[in-house]
Structure formats: C-alpha cells, structure tokens
C-alpha cells in the first residue's frame, strides 16, 4: 500500500490536462489501481482519478458504500434525466457547489483485469461517474457548479 499525493487545482496544472488512455494492463498499472484506492479511502472521498495523483491516465476508482468499482478507459455510451445536488472534490478541499448532471448514466469501462464491462447507474453512484470521467477531461465540478450556489469553507 502507498497513499498518493492528492494534486490540489490551485497548485497543479495536471488537473486541467486530458488524460490517455490505458493500452496496457500491466503490473504497474495495477499498482497505480491500488494506491488510488488506498488514498481515496484514507481522504475519505467516494471517487478518484488518475490525474488527482498526477497521472494523466483514463482511470477512475468509486465506492457510494456499494463497494470499489475500477474503471480503465470508461466512457459514458448513454445519459437520462437531470439532477442537482451538492459536489465537492478532493482536489479542491473547502468548496462545494450545486451541479446539474443526469440522472441516469450507462458507462461502458474495462475492469482491473481488462474486462469488457458496463455499468447502469443513478444517483449518487451516476453522479460520482460524471465527476469522476469529467477528471480525464480537466474538467472539474467548479467548471459546471451553479455560481450562487458555490461554498467555502471559512479556515
């Protein structure tokens, strides 16, 4: 286990970069797949992407509480509905914000182990998807945020 340096947005420019995609499931892209896990779990965040530890790579780690869902190379194939809730993110602690997304997505994504997999989603699970997929695009939640609504943490 190693925890990775979450890459802040006001210190990092790798956040606003698109990331590649994985040709090759390899063992370092294994240890990449933990060590991201590992440093979500112990941020205590629900998702997390490559670029957020500096890797501009298209890999994302989730868990709602369902469980950890890895995806390598996801794209979302389908989109339903709309929704408005409250989003933060690691990689800008302090703020949060409203942000529309859809409702309902469908994301077609290779697993750990290179399978071919897709995922229906809704809610929280759909929501964290988008944010996550936004990340290997350098979009970030602040760039959708609804502006009155928009937070900061007092220090």
């Known amino acids: 286990m190693a925890l990775r340096q979450i890459k802040h947005y006001q210190r ?6 698109k990331s ?3 040709d090759k499931i390899d063992e370092r892209v294994q240890i990449l797949i933990t060590d991201m896990i590992d440093t979500m779990y112990q941020a205590e965040g629900v998702g ?11 890999i994302v780690v989730i868990d709602i509480g ?15 509905g709309e929704q408005i809730d409250y989003e933060g993110c690691l990689s ?10 859809p409702a309902e997505v469908i ?3 290779l697993d750990r182990n290179g399978k071919e997999i897709e995922i229906e989603a809704n809610g929280l699970f759909a929501r964290a998807l988008c944010h996550e997929l936004d990340h290997l695009n ?7 945020a609804i502006p009155e609504t928009l937070e900061r943490e007092q220090p």
């Open 92 to 101: 800008l602690p302090g703020i949060r914000a409203q942000v529309k997304r």
């Open 66 to 80: 369902e469980g950890v869902h890895v995806l390598i190379n996801p794209e979302i194939v389908k989109e339903s």
């Open 107 to 109: 994301v077609k994504a």
């Open 20 to 22: 590649k995609p994985v």
């Open 48 to 58: 997390l992407a490559a670029p957020q530890v500096g890797i501009l790579k298209r």
């Open 12 to 17: 990092d420019e790798v956040l606003r970069k």
């Open 138 to 144: 350098g979009i970030l939640f602040i760039d959708k």
